[in-house]
């Protein structure tokens, strides 16, 4: 009878504190499982980075020389490229 008693007053001082300090406990565990996480978070986000990109080409705006990715290139013939429309335009007026 004596266990029982230490074990219920064991008891009752338990969730005496862990309802007097939930939040620091929570704060805690939070703490615990952020810490814990970000290598795995890190290698998977590296991983779908690396599939996401695709190799595109530069190339070289004929106006200003920018280099830029072909499939963000505004082309007039097959060959000449520009990185806007505004360079575009500007070599058209010259001519």
Same mark, same amino acid.
């Given at each position: 009878m004596k266990w029982l008693v230490l074990l @219920? &007053? &064991? @008891?009752l001082l !338990? !969730?005496?504190i862990t309802a007097r300090y939930r939040k620091q406990i929570n704060a805690a565990i939070f703490l615990w499982k952020s810490l814990q996480k970000p290598s795995e978070k #890190?290698?998977? #986000? $590296?991983f779908e980075n690396r599939e996401s990109l695709k190799e595109t080409p530069l190339v070289k705006c004929a106006e200003c020389g920018v280099?830029?990715? $072909?499939?963000?290139a505004s082309n007039i013939k097959s060959e000449v490229f520009f990185c806007s429309q505004k360079c575009g335009t500007r070599t058209s007026v010259r001519k």
């Open positions: @219920f &007053l &064991l @008891f !338990v !969730v005496f #890190k290698a998977e #986000k $590296q280099w830029i990715p $072909q499939d963000n």
